[in-house]
């Protein structure tokens, strides 16, 4: 049974790279997103960039992560192409689970790309590098995960793209690549420490240019962890009750 | 003959409303049964139910001798279904979509190019492998879908309305393949609102309104159970009088519309010498004379009271 699940995941995540996520504009996207941020960011402050570059990785995962995937689902939702999946002998979790790697991987490749930007143009080391990619593919996870949650608590694909960014921009502001959390008012600093993404910041940080937050890297990662866990089964209930 | 499909006291309930209502069935291995009802009488939610993708409200069902609420994904292993809508992967090709189902449903990786072969063979589709799946017609679409859900040669197949959308060839291609498939002893579980093509195929009906099965019999029996004689149709040469009318309706019931006269018929030979004479002595002439026998058409009319031509134009206006 695990096995026709895991096989069933590995499937999915085929079908989805090669039906939506690995199409010509979306590559393109992928690549010129990066690059437009780098450029942006160039001309607005050429010397703090180095120590920008984990947020923008950050920022890349955030959009590689969610935007395509909140749509493939409410998408398919919505064509009845996922009662194919829900009619198939695999479980609701490996449908889920292949549907967030499809996030994940594409995630990986804007984010992925974005790293080597920032090693080459702005002279981003990684202090440690096992621990960045675990840090990475863990904050791609979860905001995978988030994506997923998004698109199934809505019906059609525009209501994803809205609420998406609800999570999306509070993220980006307040989860300290602009702002240190530190120098925010205290309740700002409250938000920003129930946004997963300001965990996948200080998590890359720590790994990349080896600036450590109060939280250290065993936090960041334990509290992206939980964040996963919790979106995954918020998104598994959800997904179950739509069957009910 | 072993049950392949046994439904207890299901039911589903959506608020107030209950869209299945206490169904319980039981069809056996290898039989075509087809599930007949006005739209919005509760086939689509049985079928919905009975392939886990929804919960029942009340009730139980078993589907290949596995219950459907606690080993549904045994039970989806051993099913094929072809949904109402053509639900496949615009973005993928024809091979891509039927090897994506063939991997799903654990097809194993030396049998998937063959038996996909098969498939194409079968639905005329070899010169479309290629072609993705949102740039065929929609009858083409609905063949690929059908064979989507036999790539894994499941005993038990439910389909919901599956010749909807096709040309009359296809359609007369897909009906031949439910026979061949009944012929494999594999259990047909079929939706339609073309009722005749459900007398053509089904071995039982059952007709379901407003969410409880009214009947479950053969076709032929429904027909008999519908109208106890068969109907004698006349056309004359003009219209008949009152008096000829009251004359014929000491033989049976009788409708008439212009000169065309049907008579409902307790004894053929006693009917057609009345109306004979009946209309020689007015100078009337007989001409044309058959029997008709009630289709099931018209039992599905009397029994849900609804036109089978509104019912597909509401189903055609719905697909739009």
């Known amino acids: ?244 | 003959m072993k049950d392949a499909i046994v439904l207890d006291g299901l039911t589903k309930d959506y608020g107030s409303l209950t869209a299945v209502d206490h169904v319980s069935l039981n069809i056996e291995e290898g039989e075509v049964f087809g599930f007949l009802g006005p739209n919005g009488a509760g086939k689509t939610t049985t079928i919905r139910m009975l392939v886990g993708l929804t919960t029942p409200s009340e009730g139980s069902a078993t589907v290949a001798g596995y219950d459907i609420g606690d080993d549904i994904v045994e039970v989806k292993r051993r099913v094929g279904v072809v949904p109402e809508a053509s639900n496949l992967y615009d973005e993928l090709s024809v091979w891509d979509n039927l090897l994506f189902s063939s991997r799903l449903y654990h097809v194993p990786k030396d049998e998937r190019a063959a038996r996909i072969g098969d498939l194409l063979e079968i639905f005329k589709l070899e010169d479309r492998r290629n072609t993705k799946f949102g740039r065929l017609s929609k009858g083409l679409k609905r063949r690929v879908v059908i064979a989507a859900a036999l790539v894994h040669q499941p005993r038990i197949i439910f389909m919901d309305e599956p010749t909807s959308g096709l040309d009359v060839l296809s359609a007369l291609s897909l009906r031949r393949l439910i026979r061949e498939l009944r012929l494999e002893d594999t259990t047909v579980f079929l939706t339609t609102h073309y009722i005749e093509e459900a007398d053509q195929l089904s071995d039982r009906v059952a007709i379901i309104v407003e969410g409880r099965i009214v009947i479950v019999d053969t076709p032929e029996n429904i027909k008999l159970s519908i109208r106890g004689a068969p109907i004698l149709e006349a056309r004359l040469s003009q219209a008949p009088d009152q008096l000829m009318i009251r004359e014929l309706e000491l033989g049976g019931r009788v409708e008439f519309n212009e000169n065309r006269i049907r008579i409902e018929i307790e004894n053929l030979t006693g009917t057609l010498e009345s109306l004979i004479m009946l209309a020689s002595q007015r100078g009337i002439q007989v001409t044309d004379l058959h029997t008709l026998q009630p289709s099931l058409e018209d039992a599905f009319v009397e029994l849900t009271g609804v036109s089978t031509e509104v019912m597909r134009v509401e189903k055609e206006n719905r697909g739009r």
């Open chain 1, 1 to 244: 049974m695990l096995a026709d699940d895991l096989r069933g995941v590995y499937f999915i995540l085929l079908k989805d790279l090669k039906a939506y996520y690995f199409k010509p504009p979306n590559i393109s996207w992928g690549i010129l997103f990066p690059l437009v941020l780098t450029l942006a960011f160039s001309l607005r402050n050429p010397v703090g960039l180095l120590e920008l570059a984990p947020g923008l990785i950050a920022m890349a995962a955030v959009f590689g992560t969610t935007s395509m995937e909140a749509i493939v689902i409410t998408f398919e939702r919505r064509t009845g192409a996922l009662e194919r999946l829900l009619i198939a002998p695999i479980s609701l979790k490996a449908i889920l689970m292949g549907k967030v790697l499809g996030g994940t991987v594409f995630g990986l490749m804007i984010s992925g790309f974005m790293t080597i930007i920032s090693i080459t143009f702005f002279g981003m080391g990684l202090v440690a590098p096992l621990w960045f990619l675990i840090s990475l593919i863990l904050t791609l996870l979860t905001l995978s995960a988030l994506g997923a949650l998004v698109a199934v608590s809505v019906k059609e694909v525009f209501e994803a793209q809205t609420l998406s960014n609800y999570f999306r921009f509070p993220m980006i502001f307040l989860c300290g690549v602009f702002i240190p959390v530190g120098a925010m008012p205290a309740p700002l600093q409250a938000v920003a420490y129930l946004l997963p993404l300001t965990y996948s910041v200080a998590s890359l940080r720590a790994t990349t240019i080896g600036v450590s937050s109060s939280l250290g890297l065993i936090v960041p990662l334990a509290a992206l962890s939980l964040f996963l866990v919790g979106f995954l089964a918020a998104a598994h209930a959800l997904l179950k009750k739509s069957l009910k």
